[in-house]
């Protein structure tokens, strides 16, 4: 995990504390949102993943956008999820350019390290991801 947040860090020009939380906050939202099937391949590949997104803690993130698509949850769709997570990341300090590099990379790992097809499935299953990236 040390690797992909030094990766993911450099790429972004954020710091690895910062780095790590973003990606606490993304596995966190493709775990929620995405096929379950899927989302583990892409958990199974990352060591230490689990940990990660334990460090993010409960709820939905902060702020009345964050809060509101915790209380609505599933019932709307993964659209909501997606705006929930790019609260959550804005909250923590990113940027959106910062948010989207910080995605795609995530997403390139994934795909070198689950494949294509995992990835694309997971990415056409959550409305608004393919948009991040």
Do not use: C, H, W, Y
Request: aromatic letters at 0%; a negative charge; charged letters at 20%.
């Amino acid at each position: 995990m040390d690797e992909l947040i030094g990766r993911i860090a450099a790429a972004a020009g954020i710091s690895e504390d910062l780095a790590r939380q973003a990606i606490g906050i993304i596995l966190k939202f493709l775990e929620r949102d995405g096929p379950p099937d899927a989302v583990a391949q892409i958990l199974a590949t990352l060591p230490g993943a689990s940990q990660l997104m334990a460090e993010q803690g409960g709820g939905s993130g902060g702020g009345l956008l964050g809060s509101l698509a915790g209380k609505l949850g599933g019932s709307i769709g993964g659209g909501m999820g997606a705006m929930a997570a790019l609260n959550e990341l804005t909250n923590a300090g990113l940027d959106m350019g910062e948010v989207q590099t910080v995605t795609r990379e995530l997403v390139q790992v994934a795909r070198e390290r689950a494949g294509d097809d995992v990835v694309d499935r997971v990415v056409s299953s959550i409305p608004g991801l393919s948009q991040v990236l």
